[in-house]
T-cell receptor
């Protein structure tokens, strides 16, 4: 059974720091992995999607890497800003059985709550 | 660009009442997913529909039902509401190009359901 773990659960850093959020998953059979941002009580914003054949994806100050064989992904945030404060969740799409139309649900970690202090 | 639309955004119900949540996927997306996120919890998958047919089922209580209509919008019907049903309910949609495993899910803003 696929399980997703995120470390640390919470992180507080001063503005300007570069930081790394970690995500690990127990089964390397995945189609892709997504990183999301969630502000308190708000919706989910997709940040980056890495397909299983890719090693990393970049968007602005965000860089996500994927090491499928070891079951790990990291989200790197450069030059953090107070506006980056949110909960960051990673979710994997397990490669289970037939893909077409079935088994597309995401399996989620509990998230890392990030506070960037001015 | 059009996003996933959910209505209502907030809903307050009494115990044992019923509620209907609606989701309008991004145009031309063929799959809709429903997730439930309790306070401080990760989203839990409830159910999904692919081309108007149920494609996968997760931890959806028997008191809940859902369907996808001909225009691809989906409704989650919740009956005999309990206090524990208070949560944020997300809808997501996706599309998969033929022969590809690419499947980015795009999420709506969620419906916050409070059961009193």
């Amino acid at each position: 059974k696929q399980e997703v773990t995120q470390i640390p659960a919470a992180l507080s850093v001063p503005e300007g720091e570069n930081l790394v959020l970690n995500c690990s998953f127990t089964d390397s059979a995945i189609y892709n992995l997504q990183w999301f941002r969630q502000d308190p009580g708000k919706g989910l914003t997709s940040l980056l999607l890495i397909q299983s054949s890719q090693r990393e994806q970049t968007s602005g100050r965000l860089n996500a890497s994927l090491d499928k064989s070891s079951g790990r992904s990291t989200l790197y945030i450069a030059a953090s800003q107070p506006g980056d404060s949110a909960t960051y969740l990673c979710a994997v799409h397990p490669a289970v059985g037939s893909y077409a139309g079935n088994n597309r649900k995401l399996i989620w970690g509990l998230g890392t709550s990030l506070a960037v202090n001015p | 660009a059009a996003g996933v639309i959910q209505s209502p955004r907030h809903l307050i119900k009494e115990k044992r009442e019923t509620a209907t949540l609606k989701c309008y996927p991004i145009p031309r997306h063929d799959t809709v997913y429903w997730y439930q996120q309790g306070p401080g919890q990760d989203p839990q998958f409830l159910i999904s529909f692919y081309e108007k047919m149920q494609s996968d089922k997760g931890s959806i209580p028997d008191r809940f039902s859902a369907q996808q209509f001909s225009d691809y919008h989906s409704e989650l019907n919740m009956s005999s509401l309990e206090l524990g049903d208070s949560a944020l309910y997300f809808c997501a949609s996706s599309t998969t190009p033929l022969g590809s495993s690419y499947n980015e899910q795009f999420f709506g803003p969620g419906t916050r359901l409070t059961v009193l």
